[in-house]
């Protein structure tokens, strides 16, 4: 399998999110929980996972990432 990802946040607890593209072009967010609290994997569809809440650092970061690029154009 190959696929892009890009670390999008990093809590102190060990928890990571990625920006991860699919094979197939979809845009996704990767979960990835810390190892006490069981380290499952988790994929949202970008959309979803701005929808949940509750909102966090790593919502922050992927709206910052977001408005990136609006500014590069």
């Excluded at 990802?5 to 990093?10: D, P, S």
């Excluded at 928890?15 to 967010?29: C, K, M, N, P, Y």
């Excluded at 979960?31 to 909102?55: T, W």
Aim: hydrophobic fraction near 35%; aromatic fraction near 6%; proline fraction near 4%.
């Amino acid at each position: 399998m190959s696929e892009k990802a890009r670390l999008l946040y990093a809590s102190t607890n060990g928890d990571r999110w990625f920006l991860v593209r699919s094979e197939a072009g979809r845009a996704l967010i990767r979960h990835c929980a810390n190892q006490p609290s069981g380290g499952k994997v988790e994929e949202l569809d970008v959309g979803e996972f701005l929808i949940r809440g509750p909102r966090g650092p790593e919502h922050q970061e992927l709206l910052r990432l977001i408005g990136t690029l609006a500014e590069n154009r």
